[in-house]
T-cell receptor, first 114, second 115 residues
């Protein structure tokens, strides 16, 4: 079955500290992987995506993610968190075989301490 | 990136009435649009896939007679919640996809409140 697991419901970090949000997926074919960010009451903004090639992907706002096929993971990282990064983060998986339908994880809420 | 506009952003309606939500791709032609529902503090659940000129494909458990989807053109898909009830209150988000780009672009969402 296709699924995405984000094991951390909430994460709190201090401003300036590093961040890693975990994402594990289960997908039968070649996965397309995404990280989205959602501010309260807003739509989703794409942070980064992985389709193929280099397994370390750079995104917007200083975020990066690493695809590890052996671990079925696609963890999101940022070396230094800003207060404006506080939001809900969703990992998603899709693929050409599923007509690009996205399956989302349950989300991780990031809180940033001043 | 491409822009997807969703309207209205908020709507309050009375129980038993119908509500239409529009999803437009402003600067590209969307061969496929997706409709998601998001409950408070939960993830997005795919409701249906809408292809231009054909009937929508609904996910298991989604009532097709309750959630009517029309994809009349390559830039517009509509979701109509018919005979709305309080349990239909939710955040509805659309996304648009084109064959030329494997990325889906999301609208800003619609907060529906049924009273």
């Amino acid at each position: 079955a296709q699924s995405v697991t984000q094991p951390d419901i909430h994460i709190t970090v201090s401003e300036g500290a590093s961040l890693e949000l975990r994402c594990n997926y289960s997908y039968g074919a070649t996965p397309y992987l995404f990280w989205y960010v959602q501010s309260p009451g807003q739509g989703l903004q794409l942070l980064l995506k992985y389709f193929s090639g280099d397994t370390l992907v750079q995104g917007i706002k200083g975020f990066e993610a690493e695809f590890k096929r052996s671990q079925s993971s696609f963890n999101l990282r940022k070396p230094s968190v800003h207060w404006s990064d506080a939001a809900e983060y969703f990992c998603a998986v899709g693929g050409m075989d599923s007509s690009y339908k996205l399956i989302f994880g349950s989300g991780t809420r990031l809180l940033v301490r001043p | 990136g491409a822009v997807v506009s969703q309207h209205p952003s908020r709507v309050i309606c009375k129980s038993g009435t119908s509500v239409k939500i529009e999803c437009r791709s402003l600067d590209f032609q969307a061969t496929t649009m997706f409709w998601y529902r998001q409950f408070p503090k939960q993830s997005l659940m795919l409701m249906a896939t809408s292809n231009e000129g054909s009937k929508a494909t609904y996910e298991q458990g989604v009532e097709k007679d309750k959630f009517l989807i029309n994809h009349a053109s390559l830039t517009l898909s509509t979701l109509t919640v018919t005979s709305a009830h309080p349990e239909d209150s939710s955040f509805y988000i659309c996304s648009a996809h084109t064959r030329m780009n494997t990325e889906a672009f999301f609208g800003q969402g619609t907060r529906l409140t049924v009273v």
